[in-house]
């Protein structure tokens, strides 16, 4: 793995851990001596970081940690909802009704919830849905989706946002049940499934969205 990769890892980790919390500047010579890295491969991981809207960049004062809010999540999802249901329609003819990978990433949904396993579920989920763009063949789609950030995105607005996991189990075997039957309609519910995790739920007391959670 490239060295650039690798320091991204480590900012996503110390993000996600809450090392670094929104406000804090992330220092580029304190990451690079802390990693026994020079600073051009630090400096090119936060740049990742800024294209991922974590950190925002400012002339002479270096890397700070976004402050994220609801409206983030507003924004984004449509977005992946539109990719991810046009992924569908596309992959639902390459995969010709075989949805092996899809039932066992399925299946690791269900065994996380099970667990009460927050951190495999978003792992789970997260391969679940690349899956589906991956299967659609098109190395744009998949790269633009990627773009997204959605694992780091969905670890955040749960410790940030105390947003629930939506881990609706039954969606996502619909889903797969969809492909297999090579539905025609798959990329409507893959659109409002993506959707559902930030539509019809209340708002906690401080206005953080809250996202179902399902079984």
């Not at 993000?15 to 919390?21: E, T, V």
């Not at 220092?27 to 936060?46: H, I, K, M």
């Not at 659609?136 to 959605?150: K, Q, Y």
């Amino acid at each position: 793995m490239p060295l650039r990769e690798q320091i991204l890892g480590v900012l996503l980790d110390g993000l996600i851990s809450g090392r670094w919390q929104p406000g804090d500047r992330i220092v580029e010579r304190q990451v690079a001596t802390d990693l026994n890295v020079s600073q051009a491969p630090v400096r090119e991981a936060l740049r990742d970081l800024e294209g991922l809207r974590l950190v925002s960049s400012e002339p002479n004062k270096g890397a700070r940690v976004r402050d994220i809010g609801p409206d983030d999540l507003l924004e984004m999802y449509p977005v992946r909802a539109a990719l991810e249901g046009l992924a569908a329609s596309l992959a639902v003819d390459r995969l010709d009704g075989d949805v092996t990978a899809l039932h066992r990433h399925a299946d690791e949904i269900r065994k996380a919830a099970d667990l009460g396993d927050v951190g495999m579920q978003v792992r789970a989920g997260v391969a679940f849905h690349r899956e589906i763009v991956a299967s659609a063949g098109n190395r744009v789609l998949l790269a633009v989706w990627e773009s997204l950030g959605i694992e780091v995105w969905t670890n955040l607005s749960i410790r940030l946002l105390r947003t629930e996991l939506h881990a609706n189990v039954d969606d996502h075997i619909a889903i797969v049940e969809a492909f297999a039957r090579r539905d025609p309609n798959v990329d409507t519910l893959v659109r409002e499934h993506v959707m559902s995790y930030c539509h019809g739920s209340p708002t906690d007391g401080r206005g953080a969205k809250r996202l179902r959670r399902n079984r």
